[in-house]
Structures are given as C-alpha cells and as structure tokens.
C-alpha cells in the first residue's frame, strides 16, 4: 500500500479520491468537485490517499499550521476494508506531523478533528463500510487519545447552503499535559477553518459569539 500525496485536482488520482467521498461520506460532508482546486493549493493542507494496485482504498486529509502549533484532521476514510487502510493512514499520518514539525521546529500543542455522535447522526450508511460507522470510528479515536470539548457544536455544511450540521463533537487530541482549552482561541481557529464558506447558518455565529465570551473550554472523554 502506498501514502501518495495530492497536491491539485488534476491529479489522476483526485477524481477516485473525490468519488469515493461521494460514496462512504453524507452529501453535506463532501465539497463540491470543482470547491477542492484553491484549498489544494493551500501549502497547510495536507491531502494523501492510500493506494493499492492503482485504486484509491482510503484517503486522509489534514491541516498543519506551523505558527499555530496545532493540526487539523479533516476527514479520514476507508474504502476497503480487511487490508489495514485504517491503522496505515494513522500512522502515516502522525509520521507525516512529526516531519513537519522537526520542519519548522515547533512541537505541536494537538490536533482537533470533528467526530460524529453516534446518537445523534442517524441513519447513514457510509458507503456499506463497517469500519466507517460512527460508533466505531468513535471508539477508535478515543483509543487515539481524542476528548470532547465541552460545547454545543455547531457545524456549517460543506454544500455551502447555510444548513447547520448539529450532529458532530468538536473534539482535540492534546499532545501536551492539557485539561482545558482557551475558548478565544478555539473561536478564532474555526473562523478561520471555516473562513472558504460564504453561506454560514445563523447557530454557527451564535455558537461563535458564545465561545468569545468564555475562558476555557473542557476536555471530557469521548
């Protein structure tokens, strides 16, 4: 299995990558084919897919700021399983980090991911892939180390509709002895994240405006 990164949706690699979001991921989880050509091109992003016998079986994607000490996991999907995708983007993906920050000499603070709820996301189907079920990715990233941050997440889909997805965790895998986390700087972070979508709904700026009048913000377990 190969790690092979895609840096532009000319790739030949992309459009595999892109149909199979379209198969394993809910339509307000995927950005529209043509949305991916700018953020590609973005030097924080880093987008691989794993690859065996030319397809495309998984791919992850992820930030790296450097000047924030921090990481983003974007998504992370199996599309085969029974051949390790899963544990082999995760390793891969840390080994990746780890580079970057030896790179740029910065010893990252964590990595915050968006985590489905399983008791609240219903009845998706994620492409037929046991793996991607949310009660199992859940408790994967648990095992990782990744807690909840203690607040009623709201998150702008991906169709750029304005619609609210209300059926996810903003959660943080801390790399440092943290129990908390600054509440203006999570704020800050997801305005800046989500900075590509014009369309917000009304409950992502109300959740905003919340987050700035806080301190800290808890990490709980998953």
Not at 110 to 126: C, K, L
């Amino acid at each position: 299995m190969e790690y092979v990164q895609i840096k532009n949706i000319e790739d030949p690699l992309f459009p595999k990558m892109h149909r199979l979001m379209q198969e394993v991921f809910p339509a307000e989880e995927v950005l529209e084919y043509e949305l991916w050509r700018e953020p590609l091109l973005d030097p924080t992003i880093r987008m691989f897919v794993a690859v065996e016998d030319g397809e495309v079986v998984g791919a992850t994607e992820y930030r790296f700021y450097a000047d924030k000490m921090l990481s983003m996991t974007d998504f992370t999907m199996i599309g085969k399983e029974g051949i390790g995708v899963g544990p082999f983007l995760a390793k891969k993906r840390h080994e990746d980090l780890m580079q970057l920050s030896k790179e740029h000499n910065v010893e990252l603070i964590g990595v915050f991911a968006e985590i489905y709820d399983p008791y609240r996301i219903g009845n998706h189907a994620f492409g037929g892939i046991k793996a991607m079920n949310p009660f199992v990715r859940r408790e994967v990233l648990a095992h990782l180390g990744f807690k909840r941050l203690n607040f009623t997440y709201v998150h702008p889909s991906w169709t750029n509709e304005g619609d609210a997805v209300t059926d996810l965790d903003f959660c943080f895998l801390p790399y440092q002895d943290v129990q908390t986390l600054n509440a203006r700087f999570i704020a800050d972070f997801l305005k800046s994240y989500y900075a590509i979508l014009s369309h917000k709904p009304e409950a992502w700026h109300t959740m905003i405006t919340e987050l700035e009048s806080k301190d800290e913000i808890e990490l709980y377990p998953l």
